[in-house]
Structures are given as C-alpha cells and as structure tokens.
C-alpha cells in the first residue's frame, strides 16, 4: 500500500481520479466517482476512506478489497475479480453492491447495509450467512453451490432470485417479506416450507422436485408458477 503523498497523488492522477483529498493519515476521500476497472490490478494501492459517488474496480485480479473505502455513496463493483472473500467491504453502500463471477465462497465481510440491490450470483456459495440484513433493492444469489437459504436478508424491498442452485433442497431461510418478485426454480425443492410470509409481486418455483402441486401459505399479490 502506498502510504507517501507523492506517491499517492501520483497513481491517483495516473488513473485518472479527480476531486480527491489525500487526508493527513494518507487515506483519500473522493467527492465524485472511482473507476479503476480494466486496469490489470491485482490490489488497490491506496487506502480510500470515502467514496461519495460510485466505486469501480471491476474486470481485474484482484484476491483482496483491501483498500476499499469505508462509505459509498452510490454503488461498488467487483465483480469479474478473483475474490474469495469480501473482507475489507465498504461498511455502508448507498445503492448497488455488485460482486457476481468471483469465486466467493462466504458473504462474510458484506456490507451492513444495502440502500440498492445486493448482486452476488455466479460464485461458488454454499450459505448466505453474512449477507447484510438490509438491502433496499432486489438480492440475486442464482447460479451459485446453496445448500441453505439461511442467513438471507430479512427484508427485501426488491425481488429475491436463488434460482440455479441444484444443491438447494429447503426454502428455510427466506427472507420474511420480499416485495417484489420471488424466484426459485430450478432447485432440488421437494416443498415449499420455509418461504416468504409476503411476496408483492409473483412466486416463482417451476422446474423443482415437486411430487404434487406444492401447498403455500405465502401470501402472494401476483402470481404462483409452479409448472
């Protein structure tokens, strides 16, 4: 990590990062966005504090977000990185939190808090334990290894997608209110026991293991598709 000014100032021009204040401790706080995606970076050199716009450091190697700012105003990407863990997460992100195609295999390390929707499909998760407990928009954890739906947000403002997990046998877990759109076929379900009190919009559970047509006590403003 670069901790002289010079240094700093130097990579942070170099990557083209304007209304940047280098704070005495040699962290930065930035008054706009950060984009240092497609830069061939397999860490991120300088230690950002706050970020109030967006936060890009997507299609890199990275392993770490060592680095990353504490507090994103707007959203943070890492997706298309070689991440295994989400250590060193901002702790509050304003809207998006994007991490899909790493090779996640824990939510540990997550953001508390979600003002947008929370992206973290194509990694190899088992569990969502550590998942933050507030995201404002729709969570999408299809395409991953879910064994379990446990630790899931308890609240989903948006839609909720955990379809694609061959291993997920059990609803248990669920968020308790989703408000948009609840999406869980292709799975290996065999009831749907465990599913949310709530869905605003429509359930989807087709293409499961289903013997009969399954019983739901959910309460659903849309649709059930289970077919």
């Known amino acids: 990590m670069l901790t002289n000014h010079t240094d700093i100032k130097a990579w942070l021009d170099r990557m ?54 504490q507090k994103v105003g707007g959203s943070f990407y890492c997706y298309n990185n070689n991440l295994k863990s989400l250590n060193s997460s901002p702790r509050k992100v304003g809207v998006n939190f994007c991490c899909w195609n790493n090779s996640l295999e824990s939510l540990k390390g997550s953001p508390q808090e ?47 997608h955990c379809y694609n997990n061959n291993n997920l046998k059990s609803l248990n877990g669920s968020p308790r209110e989703v408000g948009g759109n609840f999406h869980c076929s292709n799975n290996s379900l065999k009831s749907l026991k465990g599913s949310p009190r709530e869905v605003g919009g429509d359930f989807y559970c087709w293409n499961n293991k289903f013997k009969t047509s399954p019983k739901c006590d959910t309460i659903i403003n849309g649709e059930l598709s289970w077919t």
């Open 16 to 69: 083209d990062i304007k209304n940047y204040t280098i704070n005495d401790t040699g962290t930065v706080t930035v008054d706009g966005d950060v984009n240092i995606s497609h830069k061939g970076l397999t860490e991120i050199p300088v230690q950002f504090r706050i970020v109030y716009g967006d936060f890009n450091c997507s299609d890199n190697r990275l392993t770490s977000l060592d680095c990353s700012p």
């Open 114 to 160: 979600v003002g947008g929707s929370f992206y973290c499909s194509r990694n190899s998760l088992e569990s969502l334990k550590g998942s933050p407990q507030e995201v404002g928009g729709s969570f999408y954890c299809s395409r991953n290894s879910l064994e379990s739906l446990e630790g899931s947000p308890r609240e989903i403002g948006g839609n909720f």
